[in-house]
Structure formats: structure tokens, C-alpha cells
């Protein structure tokens, strides 16, 4: 299984890219890693692990098994926040999916993820679309305003029609009759 | 939800539970508005006359009595069946509907019945003026649309199943759906086909997908796949999130896992 992880320092004002390929025995083989600041390793989840790198620098990432080489970049933070995210454009190395390879871009602003897109994928494509249209789940955890999250739908479980009366959804259905 | 623009819900108890359509803009009470939710909840109650397990007249009740044949009941008891058969074979038996011993579609007919309604009657009203959204949400999955050119953007909450009354995260949505499965609201009630036993790996599984029948199926099927997340590549799904029994988030997007993690 592919997984990428984003590794952000909240502490130390450098920022740590690592990505790894997951195998199905949910073994994490780091592939790359991008370091820019001075000082600083990271651990993410899987058990990976990070190196040093120079400010700007661009790292040619390696090939690990069922993954493809890419490029790996990633640019300086300035604020840090609750999150734990600095804001800041982080480039993915390309990775080997069941319908070719997938690069994905995630923007951080204000210590939010506020847009994942994928700037490289299969030429002609017919998931082209679906991929430009996808939105990667926020978190509330990872948001400033939590409390402000204007919210429209609710999905959750299955609720019963009594469950419903209590839902945050019946809330919602109110607001709106 | 963004500002400026008029709204109105309709709510209608049927399948069970609770369904709701949302209409925006300007021309949210007019009649082509008004009509055209009459008619989806309409096809809706008609589905559940022809699926409801708990109906003994329904035409799943009489041909698990052996009164009806598939071939012999309403057409779209055929559809479905082979549906499922596509469905179980895509998922590699993490969704059946014999998981029971009998032809039980009830997994499967929420999902694409909402699809095909709001296909129907819904995106219809996409093309009139003064409308810039409808969405229409049964039990917690969503078929949404927003009309071309519109600024619109649905803003989903997916429920904290941990902390009722909570949204854990929020996802954005122009056209597409949201399916929510897990244990949340009424126990272990998934089985996982493959062994017959509950599954209890994953609190909740919320896949976004462009049609909510594949939104439905995949969400059932993350719930029984648990920690093995390998299916994510392969499906229909663009995106999705999952908590774990342990209480852990995992996301993904376009077939990748994606974590975010804070260095010490």
C-alpha cells in the first residue's frame, strides 16, 4: 500500500517531508526525505525516519520497490501554530498507484491543510476529472477556528429515525426550513 | 455554508431513518423546486415498498419466503441483484448481500437508490435559474451537486463517532457523494461476509466518491477491511477517512494514504 506521510516540525524551524512506501505487510520503507533548516530529524508514522538536508534544497528521490522515482521539494515555514503545521507548499514524490503515478501537492495556510492537489498523474486519464474535483478530509483538530466551520451536511452512521431528532443533521435540516 | 444564498429543507422520514433535501438559491421555493423533491421522495418510498426487509409484503420479504422469484419481481429487484454480484466481486466478498444465508440487498439499496432519485429528479434542477446546489442526505450518506459555474461548495461534517453531536473532520464537495459506514449509531451491525463474524476493526469509515451507490458499497467495505487499507487503490473512491477501533484517524486521496505527523 502506498502512503505518504507530511511531517512538519512545530518546534524547530525547519520542516521535514518524508515519504514512504507502505508494503502490505504494513512494513514503512522510507523512500526520501527533504530536509530544510539545520538540526532536525522527524519520525513518522511507520517507523520512518527523516535526514538532515540544506535550506531549498531539492532532493532527487530514490526508487523503492513499486515506486517511481520523482522529485521531491518542499519550502521553508514561517508561523507555527496549534496545529503543528506550518504554512507552506509541500510536494509529494511521485508514487506508483494502480492507475499510474501520483504526485500530490498539499498547500498549509494558517495551519490548515486548505488544498491537496495532484499536479502530476496519468496522461489521458479518464480519472482525471475525479482527481482535480477530490478534496482530501480536514480534520477539525487540525483547523484554527474549529468552532467556525460553516458546515452544510452531516455524514455520519446510520442513524434511526428517532437517532435522528437528536443528529446534527435534524439541527441543520432547522436552520435551513 | 456560504452567504447570501436563500436555502430550503425538506425532511422526510422513510428507509428507516431520516432524508433530507437541501435546495439553494434564489429560486429555492419555487414550484420546479417543490416538484421535484416531491417526486425524488416519491421514488424513494417506492424503493422501500419494493426492499424493506421489514415489510412482509415487500418483494425482498416474499422472495426470502421462497413466494417470489428474483426473475418474477419487480424489475428492479434484478437490477440490484446483479449490482450486488459486481459489487461483491469488485470488493472481493467484503460486500455481499447473502451475507445472511438470503438475499438481503438492504446494504445496497440506500446507496443507489438515492443515486438513481436524485439523478432522476434532482439534477434536473441544476439547469434552473436561481438554483446553485441541491443535495439530498438519507441517514448520513449524500448525493450533492452544485451547478456549473456556481461558487457553491458543499461543506460536509462527517460525525465524531466517538463524541456524538461532534464533527471530527469536514470535507469539501461540488458534485460527488458521502458515505458514512461503522458501529457509531447502532453497534457491530456490519459482518464481514468472508467469515461471518462482526466487523470491529474500524470505528467508522467515510468515503467520498463521484456517485453515491460506489460511496456506499466502499464505505461498507473499509469498515470489514479494518487496518488493511490496500483496497483504497483500486476503488472508485476519491477520497476517504477512517478511525480505527483504537480510535486513530487515517486518510487518503487518490489512492495514497496521507498522514501528517508532528516531529518531536
Redesign the interface.
Known sequence: MKKIVYGALATLSGLVLLFSYRTSLGEAVPLSSTATGTGTTSSGTGGTSGTTGTSGTTTQGTSGSGASTGTTGGSTGTSGNSSGLKDGAYTGQAVDTAYGAVQVKVTVSGGKITAVDVPQYPNGSGRDAEINQQALPQLVSETISAQSAQIDMISGATYTSGGYLQSLQSALDQAAQ | ??AGHA?????E?LM???A?I?VVGASCDSGEAEAAVAACFAELREVERVFSPFRDDSDVSRIRRGELAIDAADPWVGEVARACEEAALATRGMFSAHWRGWFDPTGYV?GWAVERASAHHLAPLMEVPGIVAV?I?V????R?RTAPGSEWT??????D?DH??E??????????A?????????GAHIVDPRMGVPARGVR?A?V?A?DLTAADVWATAAVVAG?D??W???APV????LVTGEGA?R?W????????????
Open positions: 455554508m456560504s436555502r430550503r429543507a425538506w425532511v422520514h428507516g431513518t431520516a433530507s437541501h440506500k443535495g442526505g441517514g448520513g450518506d449524500m450533492l458543499w461543506h460536509v461534517g462527517i460525525a463517532p456524538p453531536g464533527v471530527l473532520a469536514t470535507v469539501d464537495v461540488r458534485d460527488g458521502v458515505a458514512t459506514s461503522g458501529t457509531a449509531e447502532r467508522s467515510t467520498i463521484p487496518r487499507l490496500s483504497i487503490s483500486a476519491t477520497s476517504g477517512l484517524v486518510r486521496i487518490s489512492g495514497v494514504e496521507v498522514a501528517v505527523a508532528t516531529a518531536a
